[in-house]
């Protein structure tokens, strides 16, 4: 289940592939139109917290750990998937495909990706050091360095790489004091004025990330408690992970194409319309073949409707860290 599951992810979490499609294919897997685009738009931006950035005290999108990765990647509950690649996996991963691409060339994707970056748009920016505290922190970092130099023939391997893991580490985050306005410039980052922009970086990045992929390796154990053979592997991001479950047939496909929509119009000036989709009523008899049935699928279904409900409750969460973090700094 989780390789016919990795066909559709892959493509839709990963937004690549052609234009206009030619079916309602988002209905016809059990998801809803309004669900299928905020999943596109905001793993594009790969950010699903539609909140001023820099407002998150505990803030962590793009970071390495999986709670960081997940906050950045996701993918909907699909509830037909299964019924559908029954039978030509290749041709549904292809109008999902063709729909991606289309929505990303409408006046919708544009609009909401303009009311997006808006909502995200910093509204403060964190304290900053002194010119004169930074300039007296360079000058420890370049005697630490000196210092380093004499003394790792002393030093083990292990010791002498995290001395200079630490030296690295001091050099950014004084890099990152340099600037006036760190929030805003991550805002410009992951926001740009013309979100052409960043959708052909996410392009870019898939086709950097499906070219590292051993499609041979090898996995073991069975059910959620697989994992690879090479440890080396079970280290790779949540992407690279999808990408491998997809199998080698279906990225040969997408990086054919990712290659085409790259040689062209990333987001072509004229732009469609998808006005022509419309959600249909979907019984709640129907499903992916999970175990949960009738309810849980309905629950799973409105997942999109329900991220606000969660939101909050994350929210809730989060200020009381900050006030627990506020009491330790009294």
Partial sequence: MKRIQATLLVVLALSTWAFIAVRDIINELGIKHSNAQNYILKNLVGNFDATPIGSDAVEDVGGSSLDAQLKSFKVPYIRNLKSMVAGDKAAVAKDVCNYVKEYINSHEFIEAYTELRAKTKPVSEPPRLSL???????????QAEKALTQAAGYMTKQQLAEAKKAIAEQKLQIQQQKDP??????????????????????????????????????????????????????ARPVKWKVIYRAGKEVNDVVTGFVKQWLAGEIIAKEKTTMTQYKDVAMSSGKGNGSAGGGKQQERDEDSGDNESIVAGKAKEVKNLFKKVKQKIVE
């Fill in 132 to 142: 004169a505290e930074v300039q007296n922190i360079e000058k420890s970092l370049v």
């Fill in 181 to 234: 306005t760190p929030n805003k410039t991550r805002w410009e980052k992951m926001y740009p004025a013309d979100p052409a922009v960043m959708v052909k970086k996410r392009l870019q990045e898939y086709l950097a990330l499906a070219a590292t992929v051993d499609f041979k390796a090898e996995i073991t154990g069975s059910g959620g408690s697989r994992t690879f053979v090479n440890p080396a592997y079970e």
